[in-house]
């Protein structure tokens, strides 16, 4: 069974940057596809940032040069860190592990204001 618990979403002005930190539980965090999606109100769930067992990233447009993802598999963790935030990047942050199926966390709240 494999879960996944996010946290480090709040509230940031513009320009400011957040942490966000997820924490899995499941055998195969060492080598699945792990990321964040991100889902504003009224909008299609769109991929943030993936990285890959072996390290390899991919960002959205968007957020490049921004964010960074990154994943520490002794800790079975995958953090995402935000810089130069947007009031457009205001979204519910979901975390994914991607191994056969997908597994999804809750979500955390993101919310940057102008």
């Known amino acids: 069974q494999v879960q996944l618990v996010e946290s480090g979403g709040g509230l940031v002005q513009a320009g400011g940057s957040l942490r966000l930190s997820c924490a899995a539980s499941g055998s195969i965090f060492r080598i699945g596809l792990l990321g964040w999606y991100r889902q504003a109100p009224g909008k299609q769930r769109e991929l943030v940032a993936h990285i890959t067992s072996g390290g390899s990233t991919n960002y959205a447009d968007s957020v490049k040069g921004r964010f960074t993802i990154s994943r520490d598999n002794a800790k079975s963790t995958v953090d995402l860190q935000m810089n130069s935030l947007k009031p457009e990047d205001t979204a519910v942050y979901l975390c994914?592990?991607?191994?056969?199926?997908?597994?999804w966390g809750q979500g955390t709240q993101v919310t940057v204001s102008s």
């Open positions: 994914f592990l991607s191994w056969g199926t997908s597994y």
